[in-house]
């Protein structure tokens, strides 16, 4: 008997329909109330649910796109979280212990105006009191909310890189500025939430004589292409901030101000 034959198209289809749509609807579970046709345009949760949830209709290259947006764009099919442990600070003391991880981009329209994507950086430090309670990290939320989202902090990456180092602390800096100011008014912010005094003999500096202008080209496939400039200069902003705690499945937001995130705890969307 002939196996029975079926429109590979038609099939994913179909499979986004009843299996996306469900986890899209999961994940916007905070708008649910409102119905599809009443979502607007000017809200950018109501944007990206629009944008997530597949149609009848769709022709094939518009339901791959749906699923580019939900996986990449929204943060809904993660891979496993990675805790981002810098080298210098894989150290017993404070190996897995809680990790607050300080997301800040470039916007997209002054990355746009340099052809490039947008600049991102990481600023992170780790918890040392291992009885962490909700309380705890709710009103920890509340405190980056306040001195990072509201309004955004950012300051000037660069290409000096930066370092600060209080491993009793849990902190080990590492980051590129545009200068010692700037590198101060981030990791003054970042020791504030903690209520820990700065200490400037802790500060460090490392000035390349590398000229990050030059960029050259490279070979790919038989084709010329130039190669991404390498610590541009370019204004971040706060974006996101996320508690990874060992044992968990997956990070926790603790504040979010792009709409990607809709459990987190602090939202200024």
Request: net charge positive.
């Amino acid at each position: 008997m002939p196996e029975p034959t079926f429109n590979d198209v038609e099939l994913l289809q179909q499979f986004c329909i009843r299996y996306v749509n469900k986890a899209v609807r999961e994940h916007f579970n905070d708008i649910n109330d409102i119905d599809d046709s009443n979502l607007t345009t000017t809200n950018s949760r109501h944007v990206a649910k629009l944008v997530s949830l597949h149609k009848d209709k769709d022709p094939i290259t518009l339901t791959v796109a749906r699923l580019l947006a939900f996986y990449f764009a929204c943060g809904s099919f993660e891979a496993q979280p990675i805790y981002g442990i810098p080298v210098t600070t894989f150290h017993e003391s404070n190996y897995l212990k809680p990790q607050v991880s300080l997301h800040f981009a470039e916007k997209v329209s002054e990355a746009s105006t340099h052809n490039r994507k947008p600049v991102l950086a990481l600023v992170s430090y780790r918890i040392t009191d291992e009885n962490l309670s909700m309380a705890e990290v709710n009103a920890l939320a509340v405190k980056i909310k306040a001195d990072f989202a509201t309004p955004k902090l950012h300051f000037k990456k660069g290409r000096t890189k930066f370092s600060y180092r209080d491993k009793v602390k849990g902190y080990e800096f590492i980051l590129t500025a545009f200068d010692e100011t700037n590198a101060e008014k981030v990791i003054k912010a970042v020791l504030k939430l903690n209520n820990h005094a700065y200490d400037d003999e802790r500060l460090t500096d490392t000035e390349s004589r590398k000229n990050w202008n030059v960029t050259g080209t490279q070979t790919i496939l038989g084709k010329t292409y130039k190669k991404p400039q390498r610590r541009p200069v370019a204004d971040v902003y706060f974006s996101h901030a996320e508690l990874k705690i060992d044992g968990l499945p997956e990070p926790i937001v603790l504040v979010d101000t792009t709409g990607r995130f809709a459990k987190a705890l602090q939202k200024t969307y």
